[in-house]
C-alpha cells in the first residue's frame, strides 16, 4: 500500500516544496497501524467476481467504497452500470461503478485515479498457509486475497489524499475516483459507462492514473505497456449423459479425448504457438526496446528460484523478458466437467470445456485472433472425423496497450533512473481509458515484484505502505 507514491505523483504534478511532503511522509508513517486495519477490513470482504454466488460480497464490496469515499468529503456517485448475462440466460445486477471528485479548481491539472476491489478466487485448500480472507502479518508481509491486487493500491491513493485533508493543506490537484468491481472478469459494463460520461465525468481529466501492476525487482519501475488477452472456451459436446468407462469405454468416441487432441495443436513444447497468423501478427522488437531490455535489474536465477522450476523457457535475461512481456503466449487454464476431487471415478464426461487464453502484444486484433483460433481448432477438429460436436468462444477480447510514460524524463519521480518496464498481464479498461477519452494514461507501480498476484500466498509488503518511494521523492519534488 505505498501512499508514498500516490503523494509524490500528486507532487511531481505541481510545485509543492519538499517541506510539506515531509509532513505528509510523517502523517502516513504515524497512521500506518491505520492503514493496514482498514487494508484488513476489505480483506476480508470476499469480492470474488468471478463467482455469481458471491455477487451480494462484491455489491457490499463497492458500498465501503462509496462509504470512505463519502467520509473523506468527496462528491460521490454509484452509477449502474446495468446486468450481467449469464451463460443459463439468466441475468445478475452488476456492481456499480463508484465515482468520487475532489476539488475542482479550473487552475490545477486533473487526475483521475482507477482501480478495482474484485479479487481472484481463493481457498485455503488451494496452498494457502493462512486463510485468504483474514488478513495474516508474517515477517513483515500482509497476506490476504486482494491485498497487492489491488484494494491496497485503491486505498493507498485514498490515504494519500486524506493525509492532505489531515494536514489542512490544499490538494496540488483536483483528484478523481473511479473504482470498479468486475476488472477479474474483463470489466463487464464499464467500457458503456465511460462511453456515456466521455464528455462529463472525464471532460477535465488530464491524466489517468492506474496502479495495477508491480515493480519488476528492487529498483522503481515505470510500466509502459500491457498485454492483452484472449481468453476461450472450446466445448466438446458427445453423448447426452455421463457413461461408466467400464460398460462403455471402448464403444464410444469420448469428448475429452477429441478436446485433449485438440489443445495439444495450439503450441509446442519449446513454446511456439502453431495457430496460423498468430506469430505473423506480433509487432517486431525494435532495437532501441532490444537495448532497453538489457539494462533493466532483472535476475533469471532468482525469478526461477521464486516459481520453484528446475528450468525456464529461455536461460538468457532478454529472451525470458521480451516472452513476458512482448511476445503473445498460449495458456491452458483448466478444463471444466472433467473429474478433479480427490479419490477415483471412473466415468466418461459427456461434455467437456476447455479454457484457455492467449496473450495480446502490439499489433494483434483479438476480432482477428479469434477468428484464426477458431477456424484453427475447428479444421483440426473435422480432421478427427468424430461425431461429436465442437463450440469456440471468446469471452474476453482485450487490447494491448502503450501508456502516456513511454520517453518521459524519470528523474521527475525517482532519486535513480527507474526501468521502463512492461507488465505481462493485462488491465482491459485502461486501452479503453485511451481510445474513449483520448487521455494520458500512467501505468504508476505500487505492489511488489514478488507480491504473487492471482497465486497462493498473495500479500502486500509493510515496506510497500509507505518507505518503499520515500526518500527518493523528498528530492525529486
Not at 526501468?419 to 481510445?435: A, H, K, L, N
Request: hydrophobic letters at 40%.
Amino acid at each position: 500500500m505505498n501512499i508514498g507514491a500516490s503523494l509524490s505523483i500528486l507532487l511531481v504534478l505541481s510545485t509543492v516544496h519538499a517541506f510539506q511532503y515531509n509532513q505528509l511522509a510523517q502523517y502516513v508513517d504515524e497512521h500506518q497501524e491505520e492503514y493496514v486495519e482498514a487494508l484488513r477490513d476489505w480483506v476480508a470482504v470476499e469480492s470474488d467476481s468471478s463467482n455469481v454466488l458471491r455477487r451480494p460480497e462484491l455489491h457490499r464490496m463497492m458500498e465501503m467504497v462509496a462509504q470512505k469515499l463519502q467520509q473523506m468529503g468527496g462528491a460521490v456517485e454509484s452509477v449502474d452500470v446495468g446486468d450481467q448475462e449469464l451463460p443459463d440466460r439468466q441475468t445478475l445486477a452488476l456492481p456499480k461503478v463508484v465515482t468520487a471528485r475532489f476539488g475542482s479548481d479550473p487552475n490545477k491539472h486533473t487526475l483521475c485515479v482507477y482501480g478495482h476491489v474484485d479479487v481472484q478466487p481463493a481457498k485455503l485448500e488451494d496452498g494457502w498457509a493462512t486463510e485468504p480472507f483474514n488478513l495474516t502479518e508474517i515477517n513483515g508481509n500482509l497476506y490476504g486475497r486482494g491485498a497487492s491486487d489491488n484494494k491496497a493500491p485503491v486505498l493507498a491513493w485514498m490515504h494519500a489524499v486524506e493525509a492532505y485533508q489531515k494536514l489542512s493543506m490544499a490538494l496540488p490537484v483536483n483528484v478523481k475516483f473511479i473504482i470498479e468491481g468486475m476488472e477479474e472478469t474483463g470489466s463487464n459494463g464499464l467500457e458503456a459507462m465511460i462511453l456515456a460520461q466521455k464528455d462529463t465525468f472525464f471532460s477535465d481529466v488530464d491524466y489517468i492514473v492506474v496502479s495495477d501492476c508491480g515493480w519488476l525487482s528492487r529498483r522503481p519501475a515505470i510500466t509502459y505497456g500491457t498485454r492483452g488477452n484472449c481468453y476461450f472456451l472450446a466445448e466438446v459436446h458427445g453423448p447426452k449423459q455421463d457413461l461408466h468407462s467400464g460398460v462403455y469405454g471402448g464403444t464410444v468416441i469420448e469428448p475429452m479425448i477429441d478436446l485433449i487432441g485438440i489443445l495439444d495443436t495450439l503450441i509446442s513444447p519449446s513454446g511456439k504457438i502453431l495457430i496460423p497468423g498468430i506469430q505473423e501478427a506480433v509487432a517486431p522488437l525494435s532495437d532501441d526496446e532490444w537495448r532497453m531490455y538489457q539494462d533493466i535489474e532483472f535476475d533469471v536465477d532468482d525469478y526461477k528460484n521464486k516459481i520453484g522450476v528446475s528450468r525456464l523457457m529461455y536461460s538468457n535475461k532478454v529472451d525470458l523478458l521480451a516472452h513476458k512481456w512482448r511476445y503473445p503466449t498460449v495458456s491452458i487454464h483448466g478444463i471444466e466437467g472433467a473429474f478433479s476431487d480427490p479419490g477415483t471415478k471412473t466415468v466418461i464426461p459427456s461434455k467437456v470445456c476447455a479454457k484457455f487464453s492467449i496473450r495480446q502484444v502490439p499489433n494483434m486484433d483479438p476480432t482477428v485472433v479469434e477468428k484464426k483460433v477458431s477456424d484453427h481448432l475447428h479444421s483440426v477438429f473435422s480432421k478427427r472425423q468424430s461425431p461429436n460436436t465442437l463450440k469456440v468462444s471468446m469471452v474476453i477480447g482485450a487490447k494491448p496497450m502503450d501508456s502516456y510514460f513511454i520517453g518521459r524524463k524519470p528523474n521527475k519521480f525517482f532519486s535513480v533512473d527507474p526501468d521502463f518496464i512492461r507488465e505481462g498481464g493485462t488491465i482491459p479498461i485502461s486501452r479503453t481509458f485511451q481510445d474513449v477519452t483520448g487521455k494520458s494514461i500512467i501505468m504508476l507501480p505500487i505492489g511488489g515484484f514478488d507480491d504473487g498476484l492471482h497465486s497462493q500466498n498473495e500479500k502486500m509488503s509493510r515496506f510497500d505502505l509507505s518507505d518503499h518511494f520515500l526518500p527518493s521523492y523528498v528530492y525529486s519534488c
